[in-house]
Antibody, heavy 120, light 107 residues
Framework: QLQLQESGPGLVKPSETLSLTCTVS??????????WGWVRQPPGKGLEWIGS???????YYNPSLESRLTISAHTSKNQFSLKLTSVTAADTAVYYC????????????WGQGTLVTVSS | DIQMTQSPSSLSASVGDRVTITCRAS??????LNWYQHKPGKPPKLLIY???TLQSGVPSRFSGRGSGTDFTLTISSLQPEDFATYSC?????????FGPGTKVEIK
């Protein structure tokens, strides 16, 4: 059974960098059929797609975050990560990692989510 | 970006009711439309993908229809575990975008 688990600090100071890692077990992130990505949900708001990375390392970013965003994969550890620079309170959200099917684009496996609060 | 809207934003219904939620895209997305169920403290759960394909393990009381810009999610007979928020997602274009959600509450 595929499992994803987010890890990283729950509190980040304004202007600093938010860094999260997603560890995948029960399947390989090198699979050609899937992309691996991040989705967030600010308190009281809807879901926002952040971006994803393919098996070959191609990245796809939300233009609203692209200038601050890096998603990378670490195939030897079966992990992928998110870095978001220059964070503000608007980046406070529950961050989910998820597997995205390559053709249809749906996300069928999700991590449990981790709350990241941006505050001094 | 493709904008996704949903109606209603919330609804109250009773166990056994038939419930229909509508999702509309700001431009044609063919059938690249997915539906998720979301409960507090849990990750979204995929219900339907490609507009009408039921995800494995999801009860058959859930169904989806539509193509182009207009889509619906129907729950044929609402069960106690179905009280949740439902969101649509377009996966036709980058960035993928979600609807604002429809909260289904107990009447």
């Amino acid at each position: 059974q595929l499992q994803l688990q987010e890890s990283g600090p729950g509190l980040v100071k304004p202007s600093e960098t938010l860094s999260l890692t997603c560890t995948v077990s029960g399947g390989s992130i090198s699979s050609r059929d899937y992309y691996w990505g991040w989705v967030r949900q600010p308190p009281g708001k809807g879901l926002e797609w952040i971006g994803s990375i393919s098996y070959s390392g191609n990245t796809y970013y939300n233009p609203s975050l692209e200038s601050r965003l890096t998603i990378s994969a670490h195939t030897s550890k079966n992990q992928f990560s998110l870095k978001l620079t220059s964070v503000t309170a608007a980046d406070t959200a529950v961050y989910y990692c998820a597997r995205r099917e390559r053709r249809s684009g749906y996300s069928d496996y999700w991590g449990q989510g981790t709350l990241v609060t941006v505050s001094s | 970006d493709i904008q996704m809207t949903q109606s209603p934003s919330s609804l109250s219904a009773s166990v056994g009711d038939r419930v229909t939620i509508t999702c509309r895209a700001s431009q044609s997305i063919s059938r690249f439309l997915n539906w998720y169920q979301h409960k507090p403290g849990k990750p979204p759960k995929l219900l339907i993908y490609a507009a009408s394909t039921l995800q494995s393990g999801v009860p058959s009381r859930f169904s989806g229809r539509g193509s182009g810009t207009d889509f619906t999610l129907t729950i044929s007979s609402l069960q106690p575990e179905d009280f949740a928020t439902y969101s649509c997602q377009q996966s036709h274009s980058t960035p993928s975008t979600f609807g604002p959600g429809t909260k289904v509450e107990i009447k």
